[in-house]
Structures are given as C-alpha cells and as structure tokens.
C-alpha cells in the first residue's frame, strides 16, 4: 500500500510542478507544443528514475560532507547518457527544439530535490517507484501544458490542425509571458480543487509554501483557507 | 571512524575521484556506443535535406564536398549532385548569424548554371510563430487528412512564400535586399530581421558558388 502511494503521490498529491512548484524552468520554456513537452517530461523521468534508483544505493557510503557534489555528478552522468541517446535515437526535430534544455536537466530542482528528500533516505525500490511516478507527473503536467499552448496559439494538437480553418498564429500561448499565464492558471485550478476537497471533508487545506492568499484580496478563496489573510 | 561522518579532506577528495572516475568510464562506455549511431542519424538527416533541394542524382553528394569562402568571408560547403558522371546541380550549406535569435543555418539547392533551385533553412531558433513562418516547410496535418496517404510527389517540398520566392534567380553583384530595405523581395510582418537574415544567406551562397565557379566545378568533377 505504501509502495503504491511512492508512486501516485507524484502524479497528484505532491506534483512536482503544481504543488512542489519545481522545475518551472523547463516548464516555461520547452512546452511550446505538446510534442516538446512529452519529450522533455520523457528525458527528465529516465534521469529521476535512474538518479533515484543509485543515489539510494550509494547513500549510505557516502560521507555527508561532499553528498551534494556526489549526488550532482551521478545526475549529470545520467544527463549525458540521455543526450547521447537522443541525439543517436530520437527524431532530429525533436532534439533540436529540446536543445539545451535537455543538459540543463542537471540543475532541475525536483532531481536533486528528489535525491535529497527520498533517495538518500529510502532503499532502491521505494525511491524507484517516488522517481517514476514524480517523472511521470512532471511528464503529465509539461504535456498539458503543451497541449493547451499549442491549441491556443495554432490551433493543433501533436502538430495535427484539430481546427483547420485557424491559420493565423495567436502568439501570446506560445511566448514565455503566455507560459507564466497558462502555469498560473493550473496552479490556481490544482490549488482550488485541492481546497473544495479539503473544505468538503472538514480539514484545514494548506497551499503550497509561498502561493497561498495572504497577500491578495481579488476573491474569497483565501477565507477559506485556514483564517491566515 | 565512519565514512559516512568523516571530515578528513584526503578520504572526501579521494571518494570524490572514485565517483567522477566511475561516472567517467561509464560516459565513456556509453559515447563508445552512440558514436555509430549519431553519426549515422546525422548522415541520414545530412541525405534528406540534400534530396530535398537536388535534382534527382546518382551519386554521393555528402561525399563530394568543396568549402569556399562567401563574399564576407564564412564558409560555405557546396555539394555536387552527379547523374551518369555529368554535374546536374549543387548544394551550398551555409550560416548567416544575424537571424533574430542566433544563427541561421541553410541549405541552397543550385541548378548547374547556379541559379536557386530549393532553398531549405536547416537550423534556427527564431521566434515560434513570426521567424518560423519564414523558416519552416511544414506540410499542415490536419484531422482530415491524418490517415489519408499523402499526394505529394517525391522530391516535392512544402511551400513557402518566403523561401519559394529565390528559385530560379542568379545571384548577382549587389545583394538582395527585401522589400523594406528597397529591394525586390517580399518579407514577412513581423519578422523583418528574420527575413532579412534568409534573404542575405540566400544571397552569400548563390553568390559564394559564382564568385568560386571554377573552383567548385573542377572539385565536384564536372567536365569529367
């Protein structure tokens, strides 16, 4: 029962961009198209998983002192066996448009954040499970994304038109301003669902550290939250 | 004493070795392993692209390459294109770095007596939307059309209205110039940079092949 919550609680309960709120670098930059962001997403799963998996078995020889430079190096050495792979495997449009968001992998925040948090601290096959399933809910979320900025800006989704008169370009969705608006937007639709949830069943929701509604007073929505604004 | 708690700088030092060696000889192993491949993939998409902007040939025009230098002094690779040993076109990979995020990177198919055939933006990182308009020949997908098998010939490229607009022209001694900049070609709103950018690299390659005519028709074996 507890493996399985290693693996869900990434998809939903703590994911990674919506509520850990990490990683938004690729999340702003590479989601232009739902294809980038699968692929992006994809990338990073196989660094998390495999990070994860070494990290938790080497833990407990490495000295505390010098384990984030450790850590760091298992990271990049993951980080450039999926460059090569890409670059030999997948399509060449794909890994053109990822570019150098594929080696800046290494200064994610959920990796290290991960391997911090859960690997060093639990055995190989619980933190097997927490980098699949944080992988798959950074996957999740990118992919959305990039679905939603490429439906709004061309009007195609996977680069297929679904509406096939849209021929002008809409510019914003697809520019990083319309990428802080789109990720706002879903935090404030996980934050609000996650609140309904809590208020429904008579707990006390705490947002995530930083996001709450102490400093605006455009709605109500922080009333509910637990009488701190 | 643990290792786990040391503090001793020699055993963090030499831990810290042990781990970049054993990170080192697994990228090592892993580079050993990709190299065919890389070089193959970027072989195969060297190939497409030169089919695309060739006439039909007979040889190997990835292997049959000149480097010139263009009118401002960057290097411009021509590929020749044989077909029963007789020259039947060229290809003039080149870069312009004034693109409006970076360099741009294209390949010019060049009919034998040098006047544009296809031209093909191979690298850029302009703006999605405005740049791109200018840079990609993108067939459109559409949900009607997904599992339809497509009609195009082989060889044929997608349109472009910007790209589409050099075929046929010879570069001459004065530059080409879009519209704006009171030439004769058309350019994209809101991507004027970008056009500009295509407009010169165009330019500096057809132009390359003239000014090296000789050169490139003697290396690439014509009149053989």
Request: overall charge positive.
């Given at each position: 029962?507890?493996l399985?919550?290693?693996?869900?609680?990434?998809?939903?309960?703590?994911?990674?961009?919506?509520v850990?709120?990490?990683?938004t670098?690729?999340?702003?930059?590479v989601t232009?198209s739902?294809?980038n962001?699968?692929?992006?997403g994809l990338?990073?799963t196989?660094?998390?998983?495999?990070?994860?998996?070494?990290?938790?078995?080497?833990?407990?020889?490495?000295?505390?002192k010098?384990?984030?430079?450790?850590?760091?190096?298992v990271?990049?050495t993951?980080?450039?066996i999926?460059?090569?792979?890409?670059?030999?495997?997948?399509?060449?449009?794909?890994?053109?448009?990822?570019?150098?968001?594929?080696?800046?992998i290494v200064v994610?925040?959920?990796?290290?954040?991960?391997?911090?948090a859960?690997?060093?601290k639990?055995?190989?096959?619980?933190?097997?499970?927490?980098?699949?399933g944080?992988?798959?809910?950074?996957?999740?979320?990118l992919t959305?994304?990039?679905?939603?900025?490429?439906?709004?800006s061309?009007?195609?989704?996977?680069?297929?038109?679904?509406?096939?008169g849209?021929?002008v370009?809409?510019?914003?969705?697809?520019s990083?301003?319309?990428?802080?608006?789109?990720?706002?937007?879903?935090?404030?639709?996980?934050?609000?669902?996650?609140?309904r949830?809590?208020?429904?069943?008579g707990?006390?929701?705490?947002?995530?550290?930083g996001m709450?509604?102490r400093?605006c007073?455009?709605?109500?929505?922080?009333d509910?939250?637990?009488?701190?604004? | 004493?643990?290792l786990?708690?040391?503090?001793?700088?020699?055993?963090?030092?030499?831990?810290?070795?042990?781990?970049?060696?054993?990170?080192?000889?697994?990228?090592?192993y892993?580079?050993?392993?990709?190299?065919?491949?890389?070089?193959?993939?970027?072989q195969n998409?060297?190939?497409?692209?030169l089919?695309?902007?060739?006439?039909?040939?007979?040889?190997?025009?990835s292997?049959?390459?000149?480097?010139?230098?263009?009118?401002?002094?960057?290097?411009?690779t021509?590929?020749?294109?044989?077909?029963?040993?007789?020259?039947v076109?060229?290809?003039?990979?080149?870069?312009n770095?004034?693109?409006?995020a970076?360099?741009?990177?294209g390949?010019?198919?060049?009919?034998?007596?040098?006047?544009?055939?296809t031209?093909?933006?191979?690298r850029?990182?302009?703006?999605?939307?405005?740049?791109?308009?200018?840079?990609?020949?993108?067939e459109?997908?559409?949900?009607?059309?997904?599992?339809?098998?497509?009609?195009?010939?082989?060889?044929?490229?997608?349109?472009?209205?910007i790209?589409?607009?050099?075929?046929?022209?010879?570069?001459?001694?004065s530059?080409?110039?879009?519209?704006?900049?009171?030439?004769?070609?058309?350019?994209?709103?809101?991507?004027?940079?970008?056009?500009?950018?295509?407009?010169?690299?165009?330019?500096?390659?057809?132009?390359?092949?003239?000014?090296?005519?000789?050169?490139?028709?003697?290396?690439?074996?014509?009149n053989?």
């Amino acid at each position: 029962m507890s493996l399985l919550k290693d693996f869900t609680k990434g998809l939903w309960k703590e994911n990674p961009v919506l509520v850990l709120v990490l990683g938004t670098c690729p999340t702003l930059a590479v989601t232009s198209s739902a294809t980038n962001g699968l692929g992006m997403g994809l990338a990073t799963t196989f660094v998390l998983v495999c990070s994860n998996v070494v990290i938790s078995i080497i833990a407990g020889i490495v000295p505390k002192k010098i384990r984030i430079p450790v850590y760091i190096v298992v990271i990049a050495t993951f980080v450039t066996i999926i460059d090569l792979l890409m670059k030999a495997y997948s399509p060449p449009e794909l890994y053109n448009a990822l570019g150098i968001f594929i080696s800046l992998i290494v200064v994610n925040c959920i990796v290290l954040g991960r391997a911090e948090a859960f690997a060093s601290k639990n055995n190989p096959v619980r933190s097997f499970l927490d980098g699949l399933g944080m992988g798959l809910g950074f996957t999740l979320t990118l992919t959305m994304t990039g679905i939603i900025r490429e439906f709004l800006s061309t009007g195609s989704m996977f680069e297929v038109k679904v509406i096939t008169g849209w021929t002008v370009d809409f510019l914003l969705p697809s520019s990083a301003p319309g990428a802080f608006i789109i990720v706002g937007v879903l935090l404030a639709g996980m934050n609000y669902l996650n609140l309904r949830r809590a208020v429904k069943q008579g707990k006390v929701y705490v947002p995530p550290q930083g996001m709450d509604c102490r400093h605006c007073h455009i709605c109500d929505f922080g009333d509910k939250t637990d009488g701190r604004n | 004493m643990k290792l786990k708690e040391t503090e001793n700088t020699v055993v963090l030092g030499v831990f810290l070795a042990v781990i970049g060696l054993v990170a080192a000889l697994a990228l090592a192993y892993i580079s050993q392993l990709t190299a065919a491949p890389i070089a193959a993939a970027e072989q195969n998409a060297t190939n497409q692209a030169l089919q695309k902007v060739l006439p039909p040939f007979d040889n190997q025009p990835s292997a049959n390459t000149i480097t010139v230098k263009d009118p401002d002094g960057r290097d411009v690779t021509f590929y020749g294109a044989l077909r029963d040993g007789k020259l039947v076109g060229f290809a003039g990979k080149g870069s312009n770095p004034q693109g409006y995020a970076g360099a741009i990177e294209g390949l010019v198919g060049l009919e034998a007596d040098g006047s544009v055939r296809t031209v093909l933006i191979t690298r850029q990182s302009e703006t999605p939307g405005l740049g791109t308009v200018v840079c990609d020949r993108k067939e459109v997908k559409t949900i009607f059309t997904l599992f339809k098998p497509s009609d195009k010939k082989d060889g044929a490229v997608p349109a472009n209205r910007i790209l589409d607009q050099f075929a046929g022209r010879k570069a001459m001694e004065s530059p080409w110039r879009v519209s704006k900049d009171g030439g004769e070609f058309e350019f994209q709103t809101g991507a004027t940079v970008t056009s500009r950018a295509v407009t010169a690299l165009v330019w500096s390659i057809a132009r390359a092949f003239e000014q090296n005519r000789a050169a490139v028709e003697a290396a690439l074996g014509g009149n053989k």
